[in-house]
């Protein structure tokens, strides 16, 4: 019966980010996440990374600003998830937009 079922799952999910001005105008943005997940009754892993980038800058007293930008650097197709219980059995994945690389010019006025 339902009094011997068990789901156990185990989740790790480290991320870093980093915000850095430099020389003069110069502004590096970057963020890292990794995702480790286990569903121990079924020795189940998945593993998902993600990271973006971008690298900005305006000169002092200037109108003009410039920024390349870049989101998922390592491309990833999708993260997936899974799980299980009496009644029923999810699989899900979000599928991402593939690796943008972009650039952006910007005057103020």
């Given amino acids: 019966g339902s009094d ?3 789901n156990r799952f185990v989740q ?5 980010r980093l915000e850095y001005d430099f ?7 970057a963020d890292y996440e990794y995702n480790y997940y286990k569903n ?5 892993v998945n ?5 973006n980038a971008s690298l900005f800058y305006n ?3 200037s109108a003009w600003s410039f920024e390349v ?4 650097m390592l491309d990833a197709n999708f993260r997936r998830e899974n799980s ?3 009644f029923i059995v999810t699989d899900s994945r979000v599928y991402l937009q593939p690796r943008t690389v972009l650039l952006k010019i910007a005057y103020k006025l």
């Fill in 4 to 6: 011997n079922f068990q």
């Fill in 12 to 16: 790790f999910q480290p991320f870093a």
């Fill in 23 to 29: 020389l003069n105008g110069f502004i590096l943005k």
């Fill in 40 to 44: 121990q009754e079924n020795d189940q």
């Fill in 47 to 51: 593993r998902f990374q993600i990271g």
């Fill in 59 to 61: 000169k002092l007293d």
């Fill in 69 to 72: 930008e870049v989101n998922n």
């Fill in 84 to 86: 299980f219980s009496e």
